[in-house]
């Protein structure tokens, strides 16, 4: 087995794990279960987008901060009331670079009141780097949220969700989570536009 497939292995066993083996240090976090929008999250979890992982019930993920464009602080709670996408990619991973087209397609496709793909960049030097790649590769509707730091992955790690990259968050619209992947997807593929629909519409 090669080197990345083992390791996005690895990651994906880590993430079922974690979510499927209690609540750990997660105590005083959950969400007001709602199991039915959970079921049909997973029962739209199919084709291209299968290896989302949703979790026993709804629970409320920890305070995640990063920047906007300007430098200006943003949170995943200034996103309360829409159903988010959140993605964490970096320009040294190639899975990550694959996928940033796909993501910004479903932006432009289902991007709105509704939904938004938050797409954090977390190289940890050069933010021009990660700017230039996106503009050479022709993305025109995602916005440009970085975290040099990398403390958006650690504390997604240290809740149990972030081994490897990419790691992808559905988060609904009071922040709690709905599925978490490990490893790149076909974002805007007909399976992905089912599942993020399915999201969103069970919010309404």
Same mark, same amino acid.
């Given at each position: 087995? $090669?080197?990345?497939? /083992?390791? *996005?292995? @690895?990651?994906?066993?880590?993430?079922?794990?974690?979510?499927?083996?209690? #609540?750990? &240090?997660?105590?005083?976090?959950?969400?007001?279960?709602?199991?039915?929008?959970?079921?049909?999250?997973?029962?739209?979890?199919?084709?291209?987008?299968?290896?989302?992982?949703?979790?026993?019930?709804?629970?409320?993920?920890?305070?995640?901060?990063?920047?906007?464009?300007?430098?200006?602080?943003?949170?995943?709670?200034?996103?309360?009331?829409?159903?988010?996408?959140?993605?964490?990619?970096?320009?040294?991973?190639?899975?990550?670079?694959?996928?940033?087209? $796909?993501?910004?397609? /479903?932006? *432009?496709? @289902?991007?709105?009141?509704?939904?938004?793909?938050?797409?954090?960049?977390? #190289?940890? &030097?050069?933010?021009?780097?990660?700017?230039?790649?996106?503009?050479?590769?022709?993305?025109?509707?995602?916005?440009?949220?970085?975290?040099?730091?990398?403390?958006?992955?650690?504390?997604?790690?240290?809740?149990?969700?972030?081994?490897?990259?990419?790691?992808?968050?559905?988060?609904?619209?009071?922040?709690?989570?709905?599925?978490?992947?490990?490893?790149?997807?076909?974002?805007?593929?007909?399976?992905?536009?089912?599942?993020?629909?399915?999201?969103?519409? $069970?919010?309404?």
């Amino acid at each position: 087995m $090669a080197g990345g497939a /083992l390791i *996005a292995l @690895l990651a994906l066993g880590a993430v079922i794990y974690a979510m499927t083996s209690g #609540d750990g &240090n997660r105590d005083g976090l959950s969400c007001a279960a709602d199991e039915a929008r959970l079921a049909g999250v997973e029962a739209h979890a199919t084709g291209e987008v299968a290896a989302l992982i949703v979790p026993k019930a709804p629970t409320r993920l920890p305070e995640l901060a990063f920047v906007r464009d300007d430098g200006s602080p943003v949170s995943i709670a200034d996103f309360n009331g829409k159903v988010v996408l959140l993605n964490l990619w970096a320009t040294w991973c190639a899975p990550c670079r694959k996928e940033m087209p $796909a993501l910004d397609r /479903l932006q *432009a496709t @289902l991007g709105g009141e509704k939904f938004e793909v938050v797409a954090v960049n977390i #190289d940890t &030097n050069n933010a021009d780097k990660a700017r230039d790649f996106l503009e050479e590769i022709g993305v025109r509707d995602l916005p440009f949220y970085s975290d040099s730091s990398m403390k958006i992955f650690r504390d997604l790690r240290a809740f149990g969700r972030a081994f490897g990259m990419p790691t992808t968050v559905l988060i609904d619209e009071a922040g709690c989570e709905l599925g978490t992947m490990a490893g790149p997807a076909e974002w805007d593929s007909r399976d992905a536009l089912s599942l993020i629909s399915a999201a969103v519409g $069970a919010g309404n």
